[in-house]
């Protein structure tokens, strides 16, 4: 009907592009808030509400964290308290930073770097040898070789280096 009235290309700059626009960022913050090489997963026996809560992490999107209320640089605050009202987030972040400690997870690259690089590493989760019932990204190179996430970052995110050094 909207197409009808004021035509196709009005419906697509008022309504397709802002509907594309806002899911890229809301699917873009979501990975983001939640893959990373050191983010630990977990299966039934070991998941636990607050080891949910803390597998986040912070990052900062700049001058845009003022425009998504700080959801993404205090998005381990909003899992631990989601009442906290947002313009108390950051305020609660600084609060909770140091009782955390090595548990509190903030990763400030650049936004656009991250999000290639956790999609170099991070494709699936596979299970830790050492640690049962707790998963961790991982990806496989052109060779069949499965490599922990970790272990690429380490690697400077080459999948294939990684699996060399691995080897070696």
């Not at 955390?100 to 903030?106: A, E, M, R, S, V």
Request: proline share 4%; charged share 20%.
């Amino acid at each position: 009907m909207a197409a009808q009235t004021w035509g196709w290309f009005w419906l697509i700059k008022v309504y397709v592009v802002p509907y594309l626009f806002v899911n890229f960022w809301l699917v873009t913050i979501t990975y983001l808030q939640h893959t990373h090489p050191n983010l630990p997963h977990y299966e039934d026996d070991e998941w636990d509400w607050l080891r949910g809560a803390l597998a986040t992490v912070d990052r900062s999107y700049g001058i845009l964290d003022i425009f998504f209320h700080h959801i993404a640089d205090t998005h381990i605050t909003h899992h631990l308290f989601s009442q906290i009202p947002h313009y108390h987030a950051e305020e609660a972040t600084k609060a909770i930073k140091p009782i955390l400690g090595n548990y509190y997870n903030k990763d400030d690259r650049n936004v656009l770097k991250a999000l290639w690089q956790e999609a170099l590493a991070c494709h699936f989760v596979a299970k830790d040898d050492k640690q049962p019932g707790v998963l961790w990204f991982c990806t496989i190179t052109s060779k069949d070789d499965v490599v922990p996430a970790t272990r690429v970052a380490e690697a400077g995110f080459n999948a294939e280096q990684a699996a060399k050094l691995a080897k070696d």
